[in-house]
Structures are given as structure tokens and as C-alpha cells.
């Protein structure tokens, strides 16, 4: 697998899996019906924030991350990314792969931190994926997310000191 940085060429691979993901209302606070143009602006994200794409040996987008400050002023120390993966390529490292570039990427470009502000508390593969690469919850905000199945569930803040 390689990641590397995306282009706007590789929006139509991602744009399917993003779709479906979004559109299942499990794991992201995007609205389930985010038109392509919106999401497009959402997640291709410009500069200094930076997106990039996971490919199989094909060439094969097998999922995508972006990254960006956690706020602006005197928050911009502070990084933070998200991920989507295609679900045909769960289970082959691709979610680890990305968040370990991101991290990477965030210490060269001198961030003192990583911080997710919304993971959804039932997105347990995630949860465990962050917290054995060095996340801790710093807290959860009980009932912020309507997962369409587990009913009212938290949103847990977790960082990484980088």
C-alpha cells in the first residue's frame, strides 16, 4: 500500500466509499445526504491543510484522509484528520496506515498535538485503532451523536501529544 498526496483527479474514486459511508450515518456528523459538491469541499480540503489517498499496487484508492489545524489563532498548534476507508478494503491496515502518516505529517509540520473532536463512541474499531496509537480520551460528550441504530450515543474527544 502507498499513500500518498491526493489530487482532484482522485475525487471520483473517492467520492463512491465517502458517499456510502456519510450516507450510513454511523461514524460522521456530515449530514447523510451531503450533495457530491459539498462533500467534495468538505473533505478535499486546500492547503495548509493537506488530503491524501491509500492505493493498493493497481492504483486502487482504498481510502483517504485529511488533515488540517484543529482550529485557527492560537489553537493552530493543535492538528486533527479524519479517514475514511473504502469498506471493500476493511480489515488490511489501510485506517492504521493513514493515521500514522497523518501523525507523521503532523509532528514534520511542527504540531504539538493531534486532536479528533467528534469520534463516535460506537465506532469501537476506530477507538481502539487511536488509543493503541497513543490517543487518549480526554473526554465524551454524552448523547451528541443519533447513530441510526444505537440511538443517542457520545461523541469522545481524543488527542495525541505529538
Same mark, same amino acid.
Not at 491543510?49 to 484522509?65: F, I, P
Not at 498535538?113 to 454524552?142: D, R
Given at each position: 500500500?502507498l499513500?500518498?498526496?491526493?489530487?482532484?483527479?482522485?475525487?471520483?474514486?473517492v467520492?463512491?466509499?465517502l458517499?456510502?459511508?456519510v450516507?450510513?450515518?454511523?461514524?460522521f456528523?456530515?449530514?447523510?445526504?451531503?450533495p457530491?459538491?459539498?462533500?467534495?469541499?468538505?473533505?478535499?480540503?486546500?492547503a495548509?491543510?493537506?488530503?491524501?489517498?491509500?492505493?493498493?499496487?493497481?492504483?486502487?484508492?482504498?481510502?483517504? #484522509?485529511?488533515m488540517?489545524?484543529?482550529q485557527?489563532?492560537? /489553537?493552530? @498548534? $493543535?492538528?486533527? =484528520?479524519?479517514?475514511?476507508?473504502?469498506p471493500?478494503?476493511?480489515?488490511?491496515?489501510?485506517?492504521?496506515?493513514?493515521?500514522?502518516?497523518?501523525?507523521?505529517?503532523?509532528?514534520?509540520?511542527?504540531?504539538?498535538?493531534?486532536?479528533?473532536?467528534a469520534?463516535?463512541?460506537?465506532?469501537v474499531?476506530?477507538?481502539?485503532l487511536y488509543?493503541?496509537?497513543?490517543?487518549?480520551?480526554?473526554?465524551?460528550v454524552?448523547? #451528541?451523536?443519533?447513530?441510526?441504530t444505537?440511538g443517542y450515543? /457520545?461523541? @469522545? $474527544?481524543?488527542? =495525541?501529544?505529538?
Amino acid at each position: 500500500m502507498l499513500i500518498r498526496e491526493a489530487t482532484i483527479e482522485d475525487w471520483p474514486a473517492v467520492w463512491p466509499f465517502l458517499q456510502r459511508i456519510v450516507a450510513a450515518g454511523e461514524t460522521f456528523t456530515y449530514d447523510t445526504d451531503t450533495p457530491e459538491p459539498e462533500a467534495r469541499s468538505l473533505w478535499m480540503v486546500p492547503a495548509p491543510g493537506r488530503v491524501t489517498v491509500a492505493v493498493d499496487d493497481e492504483g486502487t484508492v482504498l481510502g483517504s #484522509a485529511k488533515m488540517y489545524r484543529n482550529q485557527g489563532g492560537n /489553537g493552530a @498548534h $493543535v492538528a486533527s =484528520a479524519s479517514y475514511m476507508v473504502d469498506p471493500k478494503a476493511s480489515g488490511r491496515g489501510v485506517g492504521r496506515g493513514l493515521v500514522e502518516e497523518s501523525l507523521a505529517w503532523a509532528r514534520e509540520a511542527g504540531f504539538r498535538a493531534m486532536q479528533y473532536n467528534a469520534v463516535v463512541e460506537t465506532n469501537v474499531h476506530a477507538v481502539k485503532l487511536y488509543l493503541a496509537l497513543g490517543f487518549t480520551v480526554v473526554g465524551t460528550v454524552p448523547e #451528541a451523536f443519533h447513530h441510526p441504530t444505537e440511538g443517542y450515543t /457520545g461523541l @469522545h $474527544v481524543m488527542r =495525541a501529544a505529538l
